[in-house]
């Protein structure tokens, strides 16, 4: 019997847990998905049943199909988001197909198909990209893309800020953030909620402390897809907190090879010096990392990886404490007085 050396044995193990956790974990992104449905119909505008709808995810060529009813309607769930083409195939009909389809969170629009009479190896391409209206949600939702993410300034590379250029959000009250909670959680109010009454999603699953009702640590920017702030009727499939639902949507792998370095550095010394401080801010951040994705089996199994490090460096404050003896403690301050400290 043939052994594995030790690298190949972690190799092997590593692609079997990749492989059997994949079903899982597109279960997990239920909520992080898209809706698109339509109507199929012929050139008469009558409804056209039994049509095969195809829609196929570009990056990944993973594909999801349907048929339409007898009223020519069709509809496809849980789509992930990212650029897709969408397909219609009918006997006796060219074949319809629409390209430049990007979905982001929890959108659900609608996109009809007009059928042309002729034959099966025949096609009408649309290459434009259709509006997307949504059809079926109340609430006002705004998304966040990449290069906002990446482009806009943030204090510490804290995704969460960019909540608060949206509009109608501001931040709330401390309230019991700090040593209860991750550094990194803050209390923002949106469209006149509560500051602790936003929820937070990433990829679908329930990223709010249950304790204090903000928010657990997001990924760092370079390794967020999208997200999208929700607010006014939200739905109440995302949670239970009404103020807005905040929901991340986190990088996948695809048939390309991509990922990148990055380096961001904070040092008063190359900053300007705020206009009531005495000397140049004493920080110096390096935050620095990485990210890579790809495939692992051709339009089959993907995988996407990041790290992000922090180095901070500042001056200690320029404050002498001293702590009390038990001498101090009972009023006898002859020690502290030969020390060369001042009694009063």
Same mark, same amino acid.
Request: proline fraction near 3%.
């Given at each position: ?12 193990? /590593? ?16 909520v992080a998905v898209a809706e698109v449905s339509g109507t199929v119909s012929d050139p008469t505008g009558g409804a056209l049943p039994s049509a095969a709808v195809i829609m196929t =995810? +570009? ?15 069709? %509809?496809l769930t849980n789509l992930p988001v990212g650029p897709y083409k969408l397909e219609v195939k009918a006997p006796g009909f060219k074949d319809y197909v629409q390209t430049g389809i ?23 391409? %649309?290459?434009? +990209?259709?509006?997307?209206? =949504?059809?079926? =949600?109340?609430? #006002? ?21 960019? #909540? ?33 009454? +936003? ?23 370079d390794a967020i897809q999208e997200f999208s702030v929700e607010t006014s009727a939200v739905s109440p499939r995302f949670g239970i907190h009404p103020g807005a639902t905040v929901n %991340? ?46 495939? #692992? ?22 404050? #002498?404490?001293?702590?009390?003896? /038990? /001498?101090?403690? +009972? ?14």
């Open positions: 019997m043939s052994r594995l050396s030790l690298p190949k044995a972690a190799a092997f193990l /590593a692609l079997a847990v990749l492989t059997f956790s994949a079903p899982r974990a597109a279960k997990a992104q239920a =995810e +570009t990056d990944k060529q993973l594909s999801r199909s349907t048929v339409t009813d007898t009223s020519g309607h069709y %509809v990007v979905l982001t969170a929890n959108n659900n629009i609608q996109i009809n198909a007009t059928m042309q009479i002729g034959s099966i190896t025949e096609r009408v391409e %649309v290459s434009a +990209t259709a509006s997307m209206v =949504e059809t079926k =949600e109340n609430s #006002i939702s705004v998304s966040i893309d990449q290069q906002r993410i990446n482009e806009l300034p943030l204090n510490g590379r804290q995704a969460t800020q960019l #909540i608060v250029s949206l509009g109608a959000a501001s931040y709330g009250d401390s309230g019991d953030t700090g040593s209860k909670t991750f550094y990194s959680a803050t209390r923002i109010s949106v469209a006149g909620g509560q500051s602790n009454g +936003t929820a937070y999603l990433l990829d679908g699953g329930d990223n709010t402390d249950a304790m204090s009702n903000v928010n657990l640590p997001t990924p760092f920017p %991340v949507v986190t990088k996948s792998g695809s048939n390309q090879f991509h990922g990148d370095l990055f380096e961001y550095l904070r040092n008063g010394d190359v900053n300007a010096r705020n206009f009531f401080a005495a000397t140049h801010d004493s920080l110096k951040r390096n935050q620095y990392g990485g990210t890579a994705g790809g495939r #692992i089996v051709k339009d089959r199994l993907f995988f996407f990886g990041g790290f992000q490090g922090t180095r901070n460096r500042s001056t200690p404050p320029q404050l #002498i404490t001293h702590v009390p003896t /038990a /001498a101090s403690l +009972t009023g006898d301050f002859s020690s502290l007085t030969a020390a060369g400290c001042q009694s009063t």
